[in-house]
């Protein structure tokens, strides 16, 4: 079955420093890669997705996340951060099986809070 | 075209009362997960269904819990009996058939058991 595993619970930081936030699963076939994010009041929303291709996906508000296959990961960045960066942060694994109609498995969020 | 909704947004409920949360899908869409957002939980799969297949019902965390999807389209989640570790945010997202499969959530029912 597969797993997704975000290790940091919380983080803090000020603006403008760079963001990582880590994700790695456990799935040893083909996957589809999500991040999706819930700003303050709002409804979780998709941020960015990986499927096949460039292993380095952009997605909105200057995120990006790197697939690294080798190392199950899917880990997020963004280079500078903003005060409205703050938010929870949920990855996601989809395994890609032909069909598609596959569970969707989240991790469990990651916090970030964003300082002026 | 609207997105998912849910209802009621807000629920309060007396502890050992039945409670029942809908959803409404984005239209045409195929799929439909139904999650529980608990403080410091994250987001916990509870059931998906898949067009006419058989519900993966896998998160269900007990018997209380069942949920059904009508004529393909709406979905309500219904709490037998219900507990106050029931207390949480339960979201419904919907997708399109496709392997890409991004969920658009709802804007969740807050559940308070008291």
């Known amino acids: 079955a597969q797993s997704v595993s975000q290790h940091n619970h919380h983080v803090i930081l000020s603006e403008a420093a760079s963001l990582e936030l880590g994700c790695n699963y456990s799935?040893?076939?083909?996957?589809?890669l999500f991040w999706y994010v819930q700003y303050p009041g709002q409804h979780l929303q998709l941020l960015l997705k990986?499927?096949?291709?460039?292993?380095l996906v952009k997605g909105i508000k200057g995120f990006e996340a790197e697939f690294i296959k080798s190392k199950f990961s899917f880990n997020l960045r963004k280079p500078s951060v903003q005060w409205s960066d703050t938010a929870e942060y949920f990855c996601?694994?989809?395994?890609?099986?032909?069909?598609?109609?596959?569970?969707?498995?989240f991790g469990t969020g990651t916090k970030l809070q964003v300082i002026p | 075209g609207a997105g998912v909704s849910q209802s009621p947004s807000n629920k309060v409920t007396e502890k050992g009362k039945d409670v029942e949360l809908r959803c409404d899908p984005i239209?045409?869409?195929?799929?439909l997960y139904w999650y529980r957002q608990s403080l410091g939980q994250g987001l916990e799969f509870l059931i998906y269904?898949?067009?006419?297949?058989?519900?993966?019902k896998s998160g269900l965390p007990s018997d209380r819990f069942s949920a059904e999807r009508t004529g393909g389209s709406v979905s309500t989640l219904t709490i037998q009996r219900t507990q106050q570790e029931d207390s949480a945010v339960y979201l419904c997202?919907?997708?399109?058939?496709?392997?890409?499969?991004?969920?658009?959530f709802g804007p969740g029912t807050r559940l308070l058991v008291l």
């Open positions: 997202a919907s997708s399109s058939r496709g392997r890409l499969e991004t969920q658009y």
């Open positions: 799935y040893g076939g083909t996957v589809n």
């Open positions: 990986y499927f096949s291709g460039d292993p």
């Open positions: 996601a694994v989809n395994a890609g099986n032909s069909g598609g109609y596959q569970k969707v498995t």
């Open positions: 239209s045409g869409h195929t799929a």
């Open positions: 269904f898949q067009g006419n297949s058989a519900p993966d």
